[in-house]
């Protein structure tokens, strides 16, 4: 079993910030990927931000520029700083990542989720 720890999520003003963190641990022989999605009332959920192993990023279109992700792949752990926060970025933010497990399974897993809310 993999599981997903995030911590960080609230209410903040347009204009603010807030960062997000989030811990792998559990039956995980290489981690690949991780990173953060998001899912708005009504809407799909969406890839935010993720760091490979390899230290290459992507970003959705909507928050390149304000977010940025950082990863320690030795600590399991990825942090989404979010700045210049706005209305249209509340949502709720799942952490995933894509591990091979202890039993060589390759799969994605998700956390469970942190409310993000701008508004004021």
């Known amino acids: 079993q993999v599981q997903l720890v995030e911590s960080g999520g609230g209410l903040v003003q347009p204009g603010g910030s807030l960062t997000l963190s989030c811990t792998a641990s559990g039956s995980i022989f290489r981690l690949h990927a991780i990173g953060w999605y998001r899912q708005a009332p009504g809407k799909d959920r969406e890839l935010v931000a993720r760091?490979?192993?390899?230290?290459?990023?992507d970003y959705a279109d909507s928050v390149r520029g304000r977010f940025t992700i950082s990863g320690d792949y030795t600590k399991r752990t990825v942090s989404l700083q979010m700045n210049s926060l706005k209305p249209g970025d509340t949502a709720v933010y799942y952490c995933?990542?894509?591990?091979?497990?202890?039993?060589?399974?390759?799969?994605?897993?998700w956390g469970q989720g942190t409310q993000v809310t701008v508004s004021g």
């Open positions: 760091i490979t192993a390899g230290a290459s990023t």
């Open positions: 995933n990542a894509y591990v091979t497990t202890q039993s060589q399974v390759h799969d994605a897993y």
